[in-house]
């Protein structure tokens, strides 16, 4: 673990006229533009025009499961295949999905034996058996792609010990386990249509078991269409349209010249409160929801003199949280005290706590301590890709920020790289620190703890040579929060593991090897004709629950 998803992707990308003449050609086929939202029907009573337009600017590498590692492919792959377990619409509860019961776990923890679904067929027609799931596993692991250390850090093996059985030795006890098979890349594909072996991938195609089969994959649209043959409940619409945007400009006029039926992801601040204020007057609706992202600055241990503790803690208290989320994000997130988001229970706001926003006071304090002065000032050089217009605007405001209330003791130079570098770069350690954001694999503390703070190998002294810390870029090594994880990794009681996390977050509040910023709201939008958008508390977007009036 530990890979951040904002890693590039290169993608062709369409323009607007494109866009909107595939929305037009659509509606020529089916019925009249003008009764877009009026669809027409058929002899037997069922709608003939409801498919479904979803415009977004994400970007789309690849479909291949045991490849895909960034925001859009795993949205796809939830709506186009399916894990051993999920969770219940509209809450964090984990449910069996191919699985047909929670796993039996054996007493040292190691030992998950899961029972599964019968009658399952994929969309080439094989049949899903323990078989087909394990080579599924086995392929995700050994084909080496983006994800395949989630699943081969933490087992030591996957075996189909029955026709409808599959068995897993775990490495370590971990008792997020079940959480993780709900990665979307853990899903059951066709042994038919794919194929073990390093590196060998299919961008293009999908051949998996859930509610949609992958119609058309382009380098500007994809088309899902239902699989009529699902084992479970089928979709309310009848298959959906993907228009991929090449800007989030491009995805706001087209939204607004009702060229798509629903704009998910990613619209500037400014184009969120346009549609905002338009849905406020009927004009269509918004649907907006608690992100589980969050966004934070790394600090980069090995780069003097952020070695000092004083320095990094006079970074934490010269953060101003509500002014970021006022003035760059324009209300549209919320301030965030922790890496573990407010969306998961055992959040406790550390650095309001210990530091609390724009706390300048103590800054100079500290930094004074650390030999610093208005003649001899600390400088703080902050990275940030140069993609991201919202990321430059925050080193901005906290450049502003310093300068205005710092008295000459702490100053900001800001630089910017493209993406790919910044991300080679970032575990080398050549950014002392670095604004970046963070989506999790899973939806369980542990996703927010061991990717940042693990560290297998290293020392107090000489800090993280090689673990999560490292490839996260802040060196950072905790004997106790290396034994911490292991614990809350093997504690399966709620409440003790609720603890065990509260006393790391305490300790990174304390030490300070990444300074907690913001934690992202998700809005989608969708014309008054469309019933169904759902935004999960465990940030997936089932399409299945999109209908067209």
């Given at each position: 673990m530990g890979i951040n998803k904002q890693q590039p992707r290169i993608r062709i990308k369409p323009s607007v006229i494109k866009a909107i003449a595939l929305f037009f050609l659509c509606c020529l086929l089916t019925a009249s533009c003008g009764q877009r939202t009026r669809p027409s029907v058929t002899a037997t009573g069922e709608n003939a025009n409801n498919r479904v337009t979803i415009g977004t600017t994400l970007k789309l590498r690849t479909m291949d499961p045991a490849d895909g590692y960034e925001t859009l492919s795993g949205q796809l792959l939830r709506n186009l295949g399916d894990t051993l377990y999920t969770y219940k619409s509209g809450t964090t509860e984990l449910i069996p999905h191919?699985?047909?019961?929670?796993?039996?776990?054996?007493?040292?923890?190691?030992?998950?034996?899961?029972?599964?679904?019968?009658?399952?067929?994929?969309?080439?027609?094989?049949?899903?058996?323990?078989?087909?799931?394990?080579?599924?596993?086995?392929?995700?692991?050994?084909?080496?792609?983006?994800?395949?250390?989630?699943?081969?850090?933490?087992?030591?093996?996957?075996?189909?010990?029955?026709?409808?059985?599959?068995?897993?030795q775990l490495k370590k006890p971990f008792a997020a386990f079940p959480s993780l098979l709900t990665f979307s890349g853990m899903c059951a594909v066709s042994p038919k249509a794919y194929e073990i072996g390093?590196?060998?991938?299919?961008?293009?195609?999908?051949?998996?078991?859930?509610?949609?089969?992958?119609?058309?994959?382009?380098?500007?649209?994809?088309?899902?269409?239902?699989?009529?043959?699902?084992?479970?409940?089928?979709?309310?619409?009848?298959?959906?349209?993907?228009?991929?945007?090449?800007?989030?400009?491009?995805?706001?006029?087209?939204?607004?010249?009702?060229?798509?039926?629903?704009a998910y992801l990613s619209l500037d601040a400014d184009q969120v409160r346009s549609l905002d204020e338009g849905a406020k007057k009927g004009k269509w609706q918004e649907i907006a929801g608690e992100s589980s992202t969050v966004n934070y600055m790394t600090l980069n241990m090995?780069?003097?003199?952020?070695?000092?503790?004083?320095?990094?803690?006079?970074?934490a208290s010269v953060m101003d949280r509500p002014l970021i989320n006022e003035r760059v994000l324009q209300g549209q997130a919320q301030p965030l005290y922790s890496l573990i988001p407010t969306t998961l229970d055992v959040q406790k706001p550390v650095f309001k706590e210990l530091y609390g926003d724009a706390n300048t006071a103590k800054a100079k304090e500290l930094l004074t301590k650390a030999g610093y002065s208005a003649t001899n000032p600390f400088v703080l050089p902050i990275w940030y890709a140069s993609a991201s217009r919202k990321r430059a605007l925050v080193a901005s405001t906290i450049e502003a920020q310093t300068k205005l209330k710092m008295d000459g003791i702490m100053q900001v130079e800001i630089n910017s790289v493209e993406s790919p570098t910044l991300f080679q770069n970032i575990e080398k350690g050549i950014y002392p620190a670095v604004l970046v954001d963070?989506?999790?694999?899973?939806?369980?503390?542990?996703?927010?703890?061991?990717?940042?703070?693990?560290?297998?190998?290293?020392?107090?002294?000489?800090?993280?040579?090689?673990?999560?810390?490292?490839?996260?870029?802040?060196?950072?090594?905790?004997?106790?929060?290396?034994?911490?994880?292991?614990?809350?990794?093997?504690?399966?009681?709620?409440?003790?593991?609720?603890?065990?996390?509260a006393e790391i977050q305490d300790i990174l509040g304390k030490d300070v090897p990444f300074i907690p910023l913001w934690q992202d709201k998700d809005y989608t939008f969708a014309q008054n004709s469309i019933t169904g958008v759902r935004l999960e508390p465990t940030q997936s977007f089932p399409f299945w629950f999109l209908k067209k009036q």
């Open positions: 191919l699985a047909t019961a929670m796993p039996k776990v054996s007493q040292d923890g190691l030992t998950y034996t899961i029972p599964l679904r019968q009658g399952v067929i994929f969309h080439d027609d094989t049949p899903f058996n323990a078989a087909a799931m394990e080579f599924s596993l086995q392929r995700f692991i050994q084909n080496g792609g983006s994800p395949a250390l989630l699943l081969s850090d933490a087992v030591e093996s996957v075996k189909a010990t029955g026709e409808y059985e599959l068995t897993f390093q590196g060998k991938f299919k961008p293009d195609t999908f051949v998996g078991t859930g509610r949609y089969k992958l119609a058309k994959y382009g380098s500007d649209s994809l088309k899902f269409d239902v699989f009529d043959k699902y084992w479970g409940e089928k979709p309310v619409n009848q298959g959906i349209d993907i228009l991929l945007l090449s800007s989030s400009s491009n995805l706001f006029n087209t939204f607004q010249t009702g060229a798509v039926d629903v090995q780069s003097k003199p952020l070695d000092k503790l004083e320095v990094r803690q006079a970074i963070w989506s999790a694999d899973f939806f369980d503390a542990d996703n927010y703890i061991q990717p940042f703070l693990d560290c297998a190998t290293g020392s107090e002294a000489g800090g993280c040579s090689k673990g999560a810390s490292q490839s996260q870029g802040s060196f950072y090594y905790s004997d106790r929060v290396n034994q911490l994880i292991d614990k809350e990794r093997k504690e399966t009681n709620p409440e003790t593991r609720k603890a065990i996390f």
